[in-house]
């Protein structure tokens, strides 16, 4: 099984994500991480990198789709994975280099997203950055939302609940998804 999780930042997909990932026994993909370590390197794609986390701008596209694409030819992506913050726009939904089976939208309010990311503290949670991430998120990322709806993929959630609840309804949606194709 392939799965996407979406949501501005804040949303909780991420801990959604790492928790069904869990319980499905699929590897967790988180493209910020896999970002945020190649921005270690010293090369021209690194410094790139670096610059849109420290503005709070989205990395250029072709960086992400090569970094996505050697992450999941590793062994452990074979069998499927969850994979969260990817794809952030059209460009990249276009270019996905699988076909997914369902996109998991964690749906929270500006408000909430940035309660929660100032709370969590991070070096790069500072709220002119998360504005402007929330700003990216609504502009490159929403019309990914129509998409997969249009296309039958989207799971739509409320993630304005405890940890528990939402994990419990993405649990029981996925599997009624999975019921539904046998």
Known sequence: MKLIFLGPQGSGKSTQAKMLAEKLNLPYVEMGQILRDKAEDNDEDAAKIRY?????NLVPNEITIEALKQRL???DAKGGFVLDGYPRNITQL???PYKADKAIYVKVSDDEALT?????GRHDDSEDIIKRR???????????ISEFEKSGMLIEIDGERTIEEIHEDIRARVQE???GKK
């Open 73 to 75: 030819e590793k062994p």
């Open 116 to 120: 929660r990311l100032t709370k969590r």
């Open 52 to 56: 849109a986390l420290e503005t709070g």
């Open 134 to 144: 929330l700003e990216l998120f609504h502009s490159e990322t929403e019309p990914l």
């Open 177 to 179: 998804n999975e019921d």
């Open 94 to 96: 276009e270019q996905l």
